[in-house]
């Protein structure tokens, strides 16, 4: 009876010792995102607000000071920054989502420099609109990167 | 050694349930913000085609670019939602391994 009751410790005791290890190699936390980075928010704020800034300086512009040439360094300097963030996102593991909407961003901006470089000038109404829709496209990048701000674990 | 399995069950539903309604407000209020963001970029762009200050071929373009930015906006939707469920899910496994390691002693 003694021996029954020692092996019956001994199987529980196994039992645990199993379910320790079970659980120590294979509880792990789940993980369907890539990491936060603070650096990688605060690009996308700051070339954002470079896009703000250009489109609203064209606006100001008198219709002379409105072609291309005169703003093409800094659609040159905002779509570096873009591609940089695209490159960024497409490096981390677990990016689908973020690599669709910088790319959409980068498009969409390709195509509006693309269309006042074509046309040499650009209208306010036509401006306005790129600038709400570019504004419209940075949003979910910027809301992307900081829903990561508030993982856990 | 103590396991009580309904008891380590409700407290990982507990978990689940605090993480995914302390994210559910986020959720709704980030596609409000969409939705009014859109609405307003909407009538302006109407606004500005029933002004004669945009041209048909503009106007129809940029309709067509607010299905990108919606799909865009249902990505950050998307996110938010993985973030719900990646807390909920690791709150949830914390406590099942917390109770296994109180169980054998351990913690």
Redesign the interface.
């Known amino acids: 009876m003694f021996i029954a009751s020692k092996k019956s410790s001994l199987r529980l005791f196994i039992y645990s010792v199993c379910c320790f290890l079970f659980i120590s190699y294979t509880a792990c936390t789940v993980s369907l995102l890539p990491t936060y980075s603070a650096e990688l928010e605060a690009q996308i704020t700051s070339t954002s607000k470079m896009t703000d800034m250009l489109y609203l300086e064209i606006m100001d512009a008198p219709d002379d000071k409105k072609t291309y040439s005169v703003y093409a360094d800094k659609y040159r300097e905002i779509e570096t920054e873009i591609n940089s963030i695209l490159l960024k996102n497409e490096v981390r593991p677990k990016a689908d989502d973020f690599i669709a909407s910088a790319k959409a961003l980068k498009e969409y901006f390709v195509q509006a420099k693309e269309d006042h470089k074509k046309r040499n000038t650009l209208s306010n109404a036509e401006l306005l609109i790129y600038n709400e829709q570019l504004k419209a496209l940075w949003k979910p990048v910027l809301i992307e990167e900081m829903a990561l701000s508030k993982l856990k674990y | 050694?103590t396991f009580d399995i309904n008891e380590v069950l409700a407290q990982m539903s507990g978990a689940i349930k605090n993480e995914v309604s302390d994210?559910w407000s986020?959720i709704k209020k980030?596609t409000n913000?969409?939705l009014q963001?859109?609405k307003a970029?909407l009538e302006?762009?109407t606004s500005?085609r029933l002004?004669n200050?945009?041209s048909e071929e503009?106007f129809q373009a940029?309709l067509e670019?607010?299905k990108?930015?919606l799909?865009?906006?249902l990505?950050?939707v998307?996110?938010?939602t993985?973030?719900t469920?990646?807390?909920a899910?690791?709150?949830a496994?914390?406590i099942?391994?917390n109770a296994?390691?109180t169980?054998?002693g351990?913690l």
Do not use: G, Y
């Open positions: 050694m994210n986020l980030t913000n969409f963001s859109r970029r302006l762009l500005l002004d200050q945009l503009f940029r670019d607010e990108k930015i799909t865009s906006e990505h950050a998307a996110v938010i993985k973030v469920a990646q807390n899910a690791n709150a496994i914390s099942l391994s296994v390691k169980a054998l351990i």
